[in-house]
């Protein structure tokens, strides 16, 4: 124990050179009360068993443009799992080229979110999954075309009936909402983060730790709390000042428009924090393209104050803890067209 | 050995019923003379030892988006692992939804065409990587501007380090479009054609084995031979009649633009038909969609004849001994932009 202090002792004087904050003996504890590690299992679903083999459907049509009415833009488009489940762009890039009204979120841990997209407008993934295939300026299908084009593919068929039981006909557009669900149910990263509140002390630098026991006494867990470090509830974006207008632009109130209530008035999801450092740009606007000054936004809209330099460095030191392993995800061979599959809409839109 | 014959005696109706060829007993030498079995290891490259950094390298480039000016296409967008190296689109939709001049050919198995691109105008693969990348319907990047994205990222300069030697900058576009080919050559796609070249009888139908026969007997594999059953040659589309309008666009005279040669109008590369199934539309036009049809069309352009129903259902029997089985890829995880990368240009040109 003597030789233990000492050694710490010694090591102190680096430390305080940056520590904006010393780190109480029961952080773990404290960090529990507030989040939570993810889970060693996919999670289980509310109405949608999860079996290997809704899991390999879904990820068919997570991986399928042919899902897209251009036959060119696939879920994996726009939530790449290889940069972090997200685009890395402003707000996407849809049919014809269209922009998207908000930055694409990342599909990584999003099974765990109180509801999804931005403003919360689908309670869970299974309903998420059916807004951009159908939404003009992402896939611009309707249900009826991607049916019609799943159906025509006899591989297909066979893994609808094997993923799901029941009913005569499976290839339905819920049943591909579920199925997409269920694999995204599996794309859960655990981090450095979990491992420290999983019991192990050496997982997390003293940076970290120290930005973690910020994070909490300057209150940014206030909002970003639970499972994802935040995405569990609603907040106002400027709750102490409003950002700038590009940041938060005028005409996008957020869940007013879900809830039409005047309270929700520019309303936001709190942004779930895991793997942030792999998901510029932030904020819904997708404006800001350095975690840094993402970090000193909030600490000026959210708290009221403005963050020394060092301790937006101490709070991204602990943001990085929550970059995670991304489950290995093999390549789908995806079915072959048939004659009776319909043609892409991008031949009849394109230049 | 009477027994035997019986049997097959008792079989015969059943065959003869739809055999417009009866099958050689040499077809296994015949088509050998012709075609070559795929190896069964990563095929060698000139000026370009492949090594499993290099491929590892390569396949993050072929799957980063990045490589694109808008940060939206990769070389998997057209050439997508998932559906047969390919985009099954007409012509591939690139940079602000331009559609290009000519259809994607599959990557799958590219590393044994004589030349890449429809009019072979580049030599190898290491030469075609360079073309989408800058092409303006394309990936509307730059040479500087995509080394400027990589080397902002040091894990990829740890990468290009660890497969390069010799130099102080590695990270090239030369090196670059080498590291893709390296991957390339990987995408080697083994089927039941191969399995009974290499000496298996069962592998292929008796309905397969017919039409390679006819494939044969009726000078199909005249242009079409070798590793790839095509893409070892050039010859004229519309040897022997025109095709419509549409088919073959008066505008585009293939290789003609390569070589200025007046005997080069409409000469294009013979078509690889290695997972032909997998690959439509075709023709460089993208303008049929049905194998039959385009099956067809090869016989009254380039044969002169119009093949019966019967023998076109043989010789598509054996283009489906062609589909392959595609390595298994696990997605790569992309290193993360820095403050330094380049802005995705989709978010100047978005609407």
């Known amino acids: 124990m003597k030789m233990l202090f000492t050694t710490m002792a010694v090591a102190l004087p680096a430390a305080t050179a940056f520590a904006a904050e010393p780190i109480p003996a029961d952080l773990r504890e404290t960090a529990l009360a507030t989040f939570k590690a993810l889970p060693s299992t996919t999670p289980a679903v509310a109405n949608n068993p999860i079996t290997p083999e809704k899991i390999a459907l879904g990820k068919a049509l997570f991986f399928d443009p042919r899902v897209s009415a251009s036959g060119v833009l696939s879920c994996n488009s726009c939530h790449n799992l290889a940069t972090g489940g997200d685009d890395n762009l402003e707000t996407s890039i849809g049919h014809g080229w269209q922009k998207g009204p908000r930055n694409a979120p990342t599909v990584l841990n999003a099974i765990f979110n109180i509801a999804q997209f931005w403003d919360g407008r689908a309670e869970d993934l299974k309903a998420q999954a059916k807004g951009p295939v159908q939404a003009g300026v992402e896939m611009a299908n309707t249900p ?96 102490m000042e409003k950002p700038s207008a590009d940041v938060l632009p005028e005409k996008d109130k957020g869940r007013f428009a879900v809830t039409n209530t005047a309270d929700d008035s520019y309303v936001f999801r709190a942004a779930p924090l895991r793997n942030v450092a792999l998901t ?30 060092e301790e937006v460095d101490l ?31 991008s031949q009849i839109l394109g230049k």
């Open 315 to 345: 709070l991204v030191a602990f943001l990085n803890s929550l970059t995670g392993k991304v489950p290995e995800v093999v390549l789908p061979i995806l079915p072959a067209e048939t004659a009776t599959t319909p043609r892409p809409a």
């Open 144 to 239: 009826g075309q991607v049916i019609a084009t799943l159906k025509s593919m006899p591989q297909y068929v066979d893994w609808f009936n094997a993923a799901f039981t029941g009913g005569a006909d499976r290839v339905t557009f819920d049943n591909l909402a579920k199925a997409v669900e269920a694999f995204e149910a599996t794309l859960v990263t655990p981090a450095p983060f979990d491992a420290f509140l999983n019991g192990d002390d050496a997982a997390m630098t003293s940076e970290q730790k120290q930005g973690l026991t910020l994070f909490m006494n300057k209150g940014c867990s206030s909002c970003h709390a639970g499972m994802n470090v935040g995405g569990q509830d609603f907040y106002q974006f400027g709750l």
């Open 280 to 309: 510029a740009p932030y904020f819904h606007s997708g404006k800001v393209w350095d975690l840094k000054q993402a970090v000193a936004i909030m600490g000026t809209t959210q708290l009221g104050e403005e963050l020394k330099e």
